[in-house]
């Protein structure tokens, strides 16, 4: 199983982006998946997560100004970024909750996609 993430950039304070994670491979089903984020020198920690019923749970940061959403039929998942602030730069990582083909149930990372909010 693999996650890619996309969609990165540098932005001004107040832009927006669009992060897009798409999973492939051996997958029979996705539980959970979420957005997590690591800031240079810091902890990564929870953005935003969304559970296979599309019910969403959000960091206090963010709330009002991220929004996740999720494509089962692609599985995929998006995080939409508005009014974003230079404490957003970090690199964004997703995370996905898979049960394989061989009935393993496993959590998997994608490789990061770094955000850079500057003027």
């Known amino acids: 199983v693999q996650l890619q993430a996309s969609g990165g950039g540098l932005v001004q304070p107040g832009g927006s982006l669009r992060l897009s994670c798409a999973a492939s491979?051996?997958?029979?089903?996705?539980?959970?998946m979420g957005w997590y984020r690591q800031a240079p020198g810091g902890q990564r920690e929870l953005v935003a997560t969304?559970?296979?019923?599309?019910?969403?749970n959000y960091t206090d940061s963010v709330k009002g100004r991220f929004t996740i959403s999720r494509d089962n039929a692609k599985n995929t998942i998006y995080l939409r970024l508005n009014n974003l602030k230079p404490e957003d730069t970090a690199v964004y990582y997703c995370?996905?909750?898979?049960?394989?083909?061989?009935?393993?149930?496993?959590?998997?990372w994608g490789q990061g996609t770094q955000v850079t909010v500057s003027s």
């Open positions: 995370n996905a909750d898979v049960l394989g083909t061989d009935w393993r149930r496993r959590g998997y």
């Open positions: 969304i559970t296979s019923r599309d019910s969403t």
């Open positions: 491979g051996s997958i029979f089903s996705i539980y959970d």
